[in-house]
């Protein structure tokens, strides 16, 4: 398993989102309003693995089914082995090339995940002092987990439920998170 490494927040990263985006839509037909850059790459000043998240939201699971075979050819590999810890989403991983790792979340647009994703991205987004508690989080977890993503991924979550349940309005339940 490869070591988990942090970035200090790149300039770069919305710019790459934008071009995924662009990828996406002139070979997969999504919806524009359908494309949300999340996780932390999408929080300006916070670290992150040099990873891309994207959320694409489908009307269903079965309309993100049927992309699938646009979507290999446009280099992202599905990986439906993740569904048993997440089975309202279909995960796509790209590696990286033009731009960072890809990692790709689509699940049913204004759905749960969708809002959920949303909520703790724009949480993070416009509180400054919540943005620095995570940091600090996660570095001290990239420390403790270098070996091991999947534990520092989990150690995590109880931070995110906490974010999550700040604001019951916008976003309720647990975000499950197994990538």
Not at 69 to 85: C, H, I, K, M, Q
Not at 109 to 117: E, T
Not at 146 to 173: C, M
Request: aromatic fraction near 8%.
């Amino acid at each position: 398993m490869s070591e988990l490494v942090l970035s200090e927040y790149q300039d770069t990263w919305p710019l790459q989102f934008l071009q995924v985006a662009e990828q996406l839509r002139t070979t997969v037909p999504v919806p524009d309003a359908a494309l949300e850059h999340i996780r932390s790459t999408s929080v300006p000043g916070l670290c992150a693995k040099p990873v891309l998240d994207v959320l694409p939201g489908g009307r269903s699971l079965a309309e993100v089914e049927a992309a699938v075979p646009a979507l290999g050819a446009a280099g992202f590999v599905y990986r439906p082995e993740y569904e048993v810890a997440v089975p309202d989403r279909r995960y796509f991983v790209r590696p990286e090339g033009q731009t960072a790792r890809v990692h790709l979340h689509a699940v049913v647009l204004g759905g749960l995940l969708w809002r959920q994703h949303l909520h703790f991205r724009d949480a993070l987004r416009e509180g400054p002092l919540l943005r620095e508690q995570y940091a600090k989080l996660k570095r001290g977890l990239a420390i403790a987990h270098a070996a091991d993503k999947a534990a520092y991924t989990e150690a995590k979550a109880p931070f995110i439920r906490q974010v999550l349940a700040s604001n019951p309005g916008r976003a309720t339940g647990a975000l499950r998170s197994a990538a």
